[in-house]
């Protein structure tokens, strides 16, 4: 598990282009068959994928960071398949998930092991976890059981669909709030005007992009902004003094999770274009 350390808005300011990817940026996601976990000092977060390859399981195991006997023993995650048909088996229960499908994974859950259906063609795991002081049973939602809500538009090239797994009014979790986005065909900006969540970290992870095309995610102070090239399953940190905003060459999907002192979707401070620079 790799650590990384906090960086405020004083010090980003100071930043280099390297020094910002390194700090905020997660390139090695996804790698076959190994569990890849990044630890986030911001709300102790951790960041992870898992792809199974050689037809044997991948045990999720609790790294020094987490100073417990297994990696839930705290703390609860939600994991969102973008790749093939995958199994994950918790404390001897199984779950299939299709693609775009997730589990919520709840504190105290002492076995985690994650399994391609074929391992010619290997689910792709993707993992966020928070510490967490409830715990809630696992629960499984297919794409089609998320709450869908439709936003933006051809003529501001933003239509796109926001995809609620873990919420309030749907899978139940104690801090965690996790979703998926998809953006229309044409469309290639999201979340701009930007906002910030100064009682929440949220992360984005950018997927479903094409070959010859990249994401200029945008992040920082709303009134000094900078921005990190993003490539085809790569996640991007936003502590909560940064705003986190994109545009594409194309269009894309990206998986947003949230944790903090809250789970209120609304709770954001908005910014108006004549305040972004």
């Known amino acids: 598990m790799e650590t990384r350390y906090s ?34 000092f911001d709300d102790r977060a951790v960041i992870g994928s898992a792809v199974p390859v050689k037809g044997n399981p991948l045990k999720l195991e609790a790294g020094e960071q987490l100073a417990c006997q297994y990696f839930a023993e ?10 093939d048909t995958g199994i994950i088996t918790v404390d001897g229960k199984k779950f299939t998930l299709g693609y775009k499908d997730l589990l919520y994974i709840g504190k105290g859950s002492k076995d985690i092991q994650f399994e ?30 998320a709450q869908a809500v439709g936003i933006g538009s051809d003529e ?4 796109r669909t926001i995809y609620k797994y873990v919420h309030p009014q749907g899978i139940k979790s104690c801090q965690l709030v996790m979703g998926c986005t998809d953006l229309a065909p ?16 949220e992360v984005y992870m950018y997927f479903a992009m094409e070959q010859n095309s990249i994401v200029f995610h ?22 909560s003094w940064s705003i986190h905003s994109g545009v594409g060459l194309k269009n894309y999907s ?24």
């Open 186 to 201: 044409c469309s290639v900006w999201n979340t701009m005007p930007a906002h910030t969540h100064i009682r929440r970290t």
């Open 254 to 277: 990206f998986v947003w999770a949230m944790g903090g002192e809250n789970q209120e979707f609304a709770d954001m401070q908005g910014f108006s274009l004549e305040q972004i620079k």
């Open 156 to 159: 501001e090239a933003n239509k």
């Open 116 to 145: 391609s259906a074929n391992a010619q063609k290997p689910a792709k795991f993707y993992i966020v976890s928070y510490p967490a002081h409830t715990a809630y049973p696992a629960a499984l939602a297919k794409q089609t059981d």
């Open 7 to 40: 960086a405020d808005a004083i010090r980003f300011e100071r930043m280099n282009t390297e020094e910002i990817r390194d700090t905020f940026l997660i390139r090695t996601l996804f790698a076959p068959d190994k569990i890849e976990l990044v630890y986030l």
């Open 218 to 239: 945008f992040m920082g102070k709303p009134e000094q902004t900078r921005h990190i090239v993003v490539r085809n399953q790569q996640a991007v940190f936003a502590p």
């Open 74 to 83: 705290r703390r609860e995650m939600g994991v969102i398949n973008i790749g």
